[in-house]
C-alpha cells in the first residue's frame, strides 16, 4: 500500500467513526424505545433484553397516533396541491418577463421568505378567532400555505425559466390563450420541481410546531408532532412514553429520507443555495 | 403573455395570499405594538409604553445577550464543523455520499423530538450523558446540564448543531462541487499539499458558501425558541430564556398581545439589520476573494 492509500483508508474510518458518534442519539432513541422504564432508571446504558414492545402498545393506544400521522399526511396533499398552483401560475409571467411589477413582487415574496413566524403569529390567531378559523383544517391548511408560497414561487421561477419558449410560441400561434398555454404546455413540466417541493412541504407540516400548537386545540385535529408534544408533556418525560413516542414522530420521516435522501439533501440544499 | 391584465391575474392568487398573510399581519403588529392588547376587545393605545418597558426592564436585554451568545456559539461551531467534515469528505469521495445522507439525518426530525431527546440525554438521574461519565470514570464532571445555569445554553446550544451540522456541510459540499476539478488539479501539479490546497484554493473559492451557510445559520438561530421553549423553559434562572421565548410566553402564555408585538419588531429589526450587515460584509469578502 502507498502512503496515499493509508491515508485514505485512515480518512475513511475516522469518518465513519464520526457518523456513527453523530447518530449515537438516534441509536439511543431507538434502543431506549425498546426498554421498560425499571431498566432504563437502574442501567440508563444497557442494550434492550429483548424486543419489548409494551411501550409501543401503551404508546399507540394513548397518543392518538394513527388519526395525527392521517391529518399530517392531509394537510400536506392539500398543501402542496394549492402550493403547486398558486405558484406556479405566479411564477410563469414573472419567469418570462420581469417590470418594475415583477421586481416589486418578487421583493414580496423575498418578504415573506425572511419574517419571522412570530411577527405575523399573533395577527393571523386573532383574524382566525375572528372568522372562525380557529381549530379548522381549512384554517391550518391555509396558514401552511402562505408559508411555504414564498420558497415555491422562488422555486419555480428558477425552474420555468429554463424550460425554452418555442413550445409556447406554438401554442400561442394556434390561438390559446395564456391560461390554456400555462396550462396544456408549462404545468405538465412542472412534475420534478413539485415533487421536490412536496418534500419541503412535507417537512414543514410533518415537524414545524408553532402554527398547529396556536391553531388546534382539538386533538382529533392535531398533526404528529403537536400529539408527541402534548402526549410528552403531559407524562412528564417519563423515559418508557418519551422515546417510543420520539421513534413514532420521526419514524415516517425517516423512512422517506432514505429512500429519497438524495433527492431531498440536494432538494435542500438547492434551495438554500438559490 | 400578452397584456399586463393577464399577467396580473396569474399573480393574483399569490398577491391575495400574501398579502393576507405577510403584509396585514406585519401592519397590524406594528399598530399591536403601541396598544395594550390583551386579545379580546378593542386594543386600548398605549403609546410608547411598551418599548418603555423594553427598554427599562434589565429582563428584555438580558434575553437580547442570551440570544446573542447562543447564535454566536451556534453559527461559530456549526459553520467551523461543517467546513471541515465537508473538507474530509471532499478528499474521501468512497464515503461521500453515505456520509452526507447519515449526517442529515438529525435535520429530517423535528425540534419536538430533538428537544425531548436531548433534554432525556441530559437528565440527572437516568440520563445517558452522566451515565456514560460515569462509566469512562469522569463521574466528577456529571451534572444536572440543564439545570445549571453555567452550561445550559451551551448543551441547548450543542443539540441545535447537532441538528444542522449536515445541512451545514451540504451547503459546503455543494460549494465544493462548484469548484473546477482543474484548478484543484494544478494546485496538485505545483506540488501543494493538501491543507496548503485548502487555504490558499479551496477556502477563497468557497467564499459563497461560507455567505449562505453564515447568513442562514444566523437567521435560523436568532429566531430559533423550539429548544428553550421544549428543553428548560427559559430557565434556570433565565440562561437560556431568549427573545424569542419571551415572545411566545408573553403571547400564549400571558395574553400579552400588544407587549409581545412590540417585542416581535424589536427582534424583526435585529433581524433585519443583522441580516443586511452580514450580507453587506460577507459579501464584500466574496469580491475581495475572487
Request: charged share 10%; net charge neutral.
Amino acid at each position: 500500500m502507498t502512503k496515499h492509500n493509508i491515508r485514505t483508508s485512515i480518512g475513511n474510518i475516522f469518518v465513519l467513526l464520526l457518523v456513527f458518534v453523530m447518530l449515537v442519539p438516534v441509536i439511543y432513541m431507538i434502543l431506549m424505545s425498546f426498554r421498560t422504564g425499571e431498566e432504563i432508571a437502574a442501567d440508563p446504558l444497557g442494550m434492550p433484553s429483548g424486543l419489548f414492545l409494551g411501550n409501543y402498545i401503551n404508546t399507540l393506544e394513548s397518543m392518538n397516533y394513527f388519526r395525527s400521522v392521517a391529518n399530517s399526511v392531509g394537510i400536506t396533499l392539500s398543501v402542496t396541491v394549492i402550493v403547486a398552483f398558486v405558484g406556479s401560475l405566479a411564477a410563469y409571467p414573472l419567469a418570462r418577463s420581469t417590470n418594475a411589477w415583477g421586481r416589486a413582487f418578487i421583493m414580496l415574496v423575498a418578504l415573506g421568505l425572511a419574517t419571522p413566524a412570530f411577527v405575523t403569529i399573533t395577527p393571523i390567531y386573532v383574524i382566525f378567532r375572528q372568522v372562525g378559523l380557529l381549530d379548522n383544517y381549512v384554517g391550518i391548511i391555509l396558514a401552511f400555505t402562505a408559508l411555504n408560497l414564498p420558497l415555491a414561487v422562488f422555486f419555480y421561477v428558477g425552474f420555468i425559466g429554463a424550460i425554452p419558449r418555442d413550445l409556447e410560441e406554438a401554442a400561442k400561434l394556434d390561438n390559446c390563450t395564456d391560461f390554456q398555454v400555462f396550462w396544456h404546455v408549462i404545468r405538465p413540466l412542472l412534475g420534478p420541481a413539485t415533487a421536490t417541493l412536496s418534500l419541503f412541504v412535507m417537512l414543514m407540516v410533518w415537524n414545524d410546531f408553532t402554527y398547529p400548537l396556536l391553531l388546534l386545540t382539538d386533538p382529533d385535529k392535531f398533526t404528529v408532532m403537536i400529539s408527541v408534544y402534548r402526549f410528552v408533556g403531559n407524562h412528564n418525560i417519563e423515559p418508557d412514553l418519551l422515546f417510543p413516542a420520539a421513534v413514532l414522530g420521526s419514524l415516517p420521516l425517516l423512512i422517506i429520507f432514505v429512500i429519497f435522501q438524495r433527492r431531498i439533501v440536494s432538494g435542500v440544499t438547492a434551495g438554500a443555495v438559490k | 403573455m400578452s397584456s399586463r391584465t393577464t399577467k396580473l391575474l396569474f399573480m393574483l392568487p399569490a398577491l391575495i395570499v400574501l398579502a393576507v398573510f405577510f403584509v396585514y399581519p406585519i401592519a397590524l403588529t406594528f399598530y399591536y405594538s403601541f396598544t395594550d392588547f390583551t386579545g379580546v376587545g378593542t386594543p386600548e393605545y398605549a403609546g410608547l409604553k411598551n418599548y418603555d418597558r423594553i427598554m427599562s426592564r434589565s429582563r428584555y436585554p438580558e434575553a437580547l445577550k442570551v440570544t446573542i451568545l447562543f447564535t454566536l456559539i451556534v453559527v461559530t461551531v456549526q459553520t467551523l464543523a461543517g467546513l471541515f467534515i465537508a473538507t474530509l469528505l471532499q478528499r474521501l469521495p468512497a464515503v461521500r455520499n453515505f456520509a452526507r445522507a447519515a449526517l442529515f439525518t438529525p435535520a429530517m426530525m423535528s425540534f419536538v423530538i430533538v428537544g425531548y431527546l436531548w433534554q432525556f440525554i441530559y437528565s440527572p438521574f437516568n440520563g445517558g450523558l452522566n451515565a456514560l461519565l460515569t462509566s469512562v470514570g469522569l463521574e466528577s464532571l456529571t451534572r444536572a446540564w440543564l439545570g445549571d445555569p453555567s452550561t445550559a445554553l451551551f448543551a441547548i446550544a450543542i443539540a441545535h448543531v447537532w441538528m444542522f451540522t449536515g445541512y451545514t456541510t451540504a451547503i459546503f459540499l455543494a460549494g465544493y462541487a462548484n469548484i473546477p476539478g482543474d484548478i484543484e488539479e494544478a494546485g496538485k501539479l505545483e506540488g501543494a499539499n493538501s491543507l496548503q490546497r485548502f487555504w490558499y484554493l479551496e477556502l477563497p473559492l468557497l467564499a459563497p458558501s461560507v455567505t449562505i451557510n453564515v447568513m442562514l445559520s444566523t437567521i435560523g438561530t436568532l429566531k430559533t425558541f423550539e429548544l428553550p421553549f421544549i428543553m428548560t423553559k427559559g430557565g434556570p434562572d433565565g440562561a437560556t430564556r431568549t427573545l424569542s421565548l419571551e415572545i411566545i410566553e408573553n403571547l400564549f402564555g400571558a395574553y400579552k398581545f400588544g407587549f409581545a408585538s412590540s417585542l416581535s419588531i424589536v427582534m424583526l429589526v435585529i433581524v433585519i439589520i443583522v441580516a443586511f450587515v452580514q450580507n453587506k460584509f460577507l459579501r464584500g469578502r466574496e469580491d475581495n476573494m475572487s
